[in-house]
């Protein structure tokens, strides 16, 4: 919610302060060029934070978890010792949150 607000945020100001509609927030920051250079890097970090973040669902988390423990285990164990199981248990308390519209980890 943080991230999607400032993306909005920022998408709205430059759209408004230009007078145009943008597709993205790279493309507003492109149209900006009077901008230095530290806001732009910055406005193009959270576009690209707020794209990946888009896909990022439980089922997709659940997923990608299980594969790296599928990984884990054909490595074999380090020094001994099996490799902890990994769940999504309290995934949602390191803010992930879950999705039901098919969104996935690109």
Known sequence: ELLAG????????????????YQGLSQA??????????IRRKLLQ???????????T???????????????????PAQGSPPAPVTTEGIADIGV???DDGGSIR
């Not at 400032?6 to 509609?21: F, V």
């Not at 959270?46 to 990022?56: G, L, V």
């Not at 439980?58 to 074999?76: D, I, K, R, T, Y």
Request: glycine share 6%; proline share 2%.
């Open 6 to 21: 400032a993306h909005a945020h920022a998408l709205r100001a430059l759209a408004t302060s230009s007078g145009k509609h």
């Open 29 to 38: 920051v492109r149209d900006h060029k009077l901008l230095g250079q530290k």
């Open 58 to 76: 439980g089922p997709s988390v659940s997923a990608v978890m299980s594969q790296l423990e599928e990984e884990l285990l054909l490595l074999g």
């Open 97 to 99: 949150h879950n999705r």
């Open 46 to 56: 959270i576009e690209t934070a707020h794209n990946i973040c888009r896909h990022i």
